[in-house]
């Protein structure tokens, strides 16, 4: 499996960004697929999910703010965020987590207060 992320960037608090993945090797509507973060000398932390029924499911700092989606003909995931804070800051991940498995490259959320 192979996923390209995309999306981040540096905004204000109180502002979105979307969040790309595009997979190759698997197909994300068959696929549990995840967001995780890190910030740096912290451990990687789970942020949403969507499995392939379209279940999803948030962490509590996110929950409220944050939307997981998917696009089958694109074969990519999303992640909306909404409601920045600086805490969100952080390199975002996505993940493939079921049958198939993987991570893409990170890329960087950097929210300024």
């Known amino acids: 499996v192979q996923l390209q992320a995309s999306g981040g960037g540096s905004v204000q608090a109180g502002g979105s960004l979307r969040l790309s993945c595009t997979a190759s090797g698997t197909r994300v509507s068959g696929n549990h697929m995840a967001w995780y973060r890190q910030v740096p000398g912290n451990e990687r932390e789970w942020v949403a999910r969507?499995?392939?029924?379209?279940?999803?499911d948030y962490a509590d700092s996110v929950k409220g703010r944050f939307t997981i989606s998917r696009d089958s003909a694109k074969n990519t995931v999303y992640l909306q965020m909404n409601s920045l804070k600086p805490e969100d800051t952080a390199v975002y991940y996505c993940?493939?987590?079921?049958?198939?498995?993987?991570w893409g490259q990170g890329t960087q959320v950097t929210v300024s207060s």
């Open positions: 969507i499995a392939p029924g379209g279940n999803t």
């Open positions: 993940r493939a987590t079921w049958p198939r498995t993987g």
